[in-house]
């Protein structure tokens, strides 16, 4: 994998962080729950009646949002450099991770730190530090891609 700075758009991430924000600090305000999408897709696999359909709304909404964007502007071009049975892999050690760190990258890196929870806090450096060692490890002393 390699970064495309030629095509970098500091302003698009900018305003892409800020969504992102007063999303979830609206969702905090108006439902009363923390936007992390480990805790909601959970939360549709152990169905609770009557707090079913906002969570099948917000994961429709993370599908259909890029849809929409790709029907006024030109998506990015996406490469996998990586084979499908480590993305598998690596996509179970992800939720592995997310049920003994008490939840994901959303739920910590984005609403628990603006929350200035000491918890997430600790979780964002350890989600982070672990993927560096991770690619660390596999990409430079293994050779893996």
């Known amino acids: 994998m390699t970064i495309d700075t030629i095509h970098f758009t500091p302003i698009a991430a900018l305003l892409g962080g800020l969504l992102i924000g007063a999303a979830a600090a609206l969702f905090m305000l108006i439902n009363g729950r923390i936007a992390g999408i480990s805790g909601i897709i959970g939360g549709i696999l152990r169905p609770v009646v009557g707090d079913i359909l906002w969570r099948f709304a917000f994961v429709f909404g993370l599908i259909l949002a890029p849809v929409l964007y790709g029907t006024f502007a030109t998506l990015p071009e996406t490469q996998v450099d990586s084979s499908y049975p480590l993305l598998i892999v690596?996509?179970?050690?992800?939720?592995?991770?997310?049920?003994?760190?008490?939840?994901?990258?959303?739920?910590?890196?984005i609403c628990g730190i603006s929350r200035l929870s000491p918890r997430s806090v600790v979780a964002t450096l350890l989600f982070v530090s672990s993927g560096m060692a991770t690619v660390f490890v596999l990409r430079h002393l293994l050779g893996v891609n």
């Open 90 to 109: 690596a996509g179970l050690l992800v939720g592995i991770g997310t049920r003994y760190g008490g939840g994901c990258t959303s739920g910590h890196g």
